[in-house]
Each structure stands twice: as C-alpha cells, then as structure tokens.
C-alpha cells in the first residue's frame, strides 16, 4: 500500500516557465512534508519542507503547497532552468513524538523533470 | 566538511557471495537508514537505527543484515540470501529521531552489480 504516491513519473517543461509537481498521501498521520532532488548516481539532497501547521513554504525559486484537507502537495519551480533537471522525491512522516516506533520518511516513487532550453 | 561517505562507488559481486557496503558518517547523527532504489520503485527501507547496538527491519529487510557497533557506522551486508540484490544503495542519517523536523543527509550512493 502506497502512502505517498507521485503520479507523474516524468514532466517537461520549457525552459524559463513554471515546473509542478505533485504529490498525493493517504496516511492522515503524516505531519511534516519533505522535497528532495536527486541527479543520476548520486544520493537525494534535501530541497524544501513544510509543516502541517502551514499551507505555503517558500525559499527562492522553490515554493511548496500542502492542502490537507485533500491530502495533497505541491512543489512550484520558477522559473525552471535545466540545472533543475532530475528526479524530485517527495517524503513524508508521522509526528516524533506519535509513538510510532520511530521517526522514518516514505517516499514516493519520484517524478523525473526535463528543463528544455 | 560534515558528511556521509559511502564507499565504494560501484561494487560488483559474482552470485552466491555475501558483500559489505560502508556508510560512515561524521555529522554526529544518532540515526541511520539504509535504501535502496530500483528504476520506477523508489526508494525503499531496508534497515534503521535509531542508535548504537539497536537496529529494525525496514519495509525489505529480507536478505540484507546490519550492525550498529560505533555511532559512525552502519554497514550493510547483502547476503546470498537476497534475491535480486543488483540496486543502488542509499545511506542516510539524521540528527535525531525526536527532532525530525531536519530530514536526512544522503550519501552518494553505492551501485551494485551482481554478475
């Protein structure tokens, strides 16, 4: 059973333009939300996260959305530029302190972007 | 420069043999993960922990062993008991499990190849 589901396994979009990707849970213990990005070969570096407690985070070209009612998150890139090419994982995870057992990020499968000049 | 070294790059291993991936850090972190990822699959948990001598099972833990000795260190073993162990290997840590609002540091990952 999937928790964190990423729909778009690949998105192109033109250099200069905006990029969305999104991002979809069904665990309603999810709390805190996390964007990594990843180039071939290498390991996911950290990007941007949000809490539940906002709708809106934002660090330069990089803005992310979550609306819990829907359970669902964006991740906003503008403008695009092809350094941004690669595969963005959205994460999630439960509270610290919800006693799950402990604390553990479920990724979705990923969304592969291609920045076109 | 803090970091995660994970080592080697790539690794190849003939069938039937037992193969030992590194992953040292030195960002004084108290958790350790170790994923793999696969074309289309994501990244999947094979093993955590949480601290030192303490270890769980991930979501595929079948096939695959840990230990936990130094709060640096958290290899992973592949053993001939895993059945299609030709993946990439991610190591990560994190500062600690009740401040999880830091996500995890990555390493550069390990190909490995079975041949």
């Known amino acids: 059973d999937q928790q964190v589901k990423q729909n778009s396994p690949s998105l192109s979009v033109q250099e200069g333009r905006i990029s969305i990707l999104n991002c979809d849970y069904t665990n309603s213990m999810f709390d805190y939300f996390l964007w990594y990005k990843k180039y071939p070969a290498e390991g996911p570096t950290f990007l941007i996260s949000i809490s539940s407690i906002k709708d809106k985070n934002e660090d330069g070209r990089f803005t992310v959305f979550l609306n819990k009612s829907a359970k669902h998150l964006s991740l906003h890139i503008v403008p695009s530029q092809p350094g941004d090419s690669a595969v963005y994982f959205c994460a999630a995870s439960p509270p610290a302190y919800s006693g799950a057992g402990s604390y553990q990020l479920t990724f979705g499968k990923g969304t592969k972007l291609s920045v076109i000049p | 420069d803090g970091g995660i070294t994970q080592s080697p790059k790539y690794l190849f291993r003939k069938e039937g043999q037992n193969v030992t991936l590194s992953c040292e850090q030195n960002l004084n972190h108290d958790a350790m993960y170790w994923y793999r990822q696969d074309p289309g699959q994501g990244l999947r948990l094979i093993y955590y922990?949480?601290?030192?001598?303490?270890?769980q099972k991930g979501d595929i833990a079948e096939g695959y062993s840990v230990s936990r000795e130094k709060k640096e260190s958290f290899p992973l073993t592949v053993t001939s008991a895993q059945k299609n162990p030709t993946a990439f290997y991610l190591c990560?840590?994190?500062?600690?499990?009740?401040?999880?609002?830091?996500?995890?540091?990555f390493g550069s990952g390990t190909r490995l190849t079975v041949v």
């Open positions: 922990s949480q601290i030192v001598n303490d270890f």
């Open positions: 990560a840590s994190m500062e600690g499990w009740d401040r999880g609002l830091l996500g995890y540091t």
